[in-house]
Nanobody
Framework: VQLQASGGGLVQPGGSLRLSCAASRTSFNIMAMGWYRQAPGKQRELVAITSGAIKTYADSVKGRFTVSRDNAKNTMYLQMNSLKPENTAVYYC??????????????WGQGTLVTVSS
């Protein structure tokens, strides 16, 4: 499974961005998709995951970020509103996919840089 992330850029505090993650066509079942981020000097951390009807968010983004999937397009989105400077990071998309749930593996896309600054 190949993942292609896009949509990063420079935005002012309080602004919005929408990230996209397109997954290549695959016969694998995609169990879950999600977003992680890594800020300079920090470890990679979970931002949001969507699996079926379940969506999980980091506490720091609840109410501001929304993760969604368009299964017909094999694409996942992250709508980010009310952005803060501390949201500056490289955002990575990931997918857990495989023939079955027990044989599924994690796949990572390249990162897309989000910079929140005035």
């Amino acid at each position: 499974v190949q993942l292609q992330a896009s949509g990063g850029g420079l935005v002012q505090p309080g602004g919005s961005l929408r990230l996209s993650c397109a997954a290549s066509r695959t016969s694998f079942n995609i169990m879950a998709m999600g977003w992680y981020r890594q800020a300079p000097g920090k470890q990679r951390e979970l931002v949001a995951i969507t699996s079926g009807a379940i969506k999980t968010y980091a506490d720091s983004v609840k109410g501001r970020f929304t993760v969604s999937r368009d299964n017909a397009k094999n694409t996942m989105y992250l709508q980010m509103n009310s952005l803060k400077p501390e949201n500056t990071a490289v955002y990575y998309c990931y997918a857990n996919a495989g023939p079955t749930r027990t044989t599924a593996q994690n796949y990572w896309g390249q990162g897309t840089l989000v910079t929140v600054s005035s």
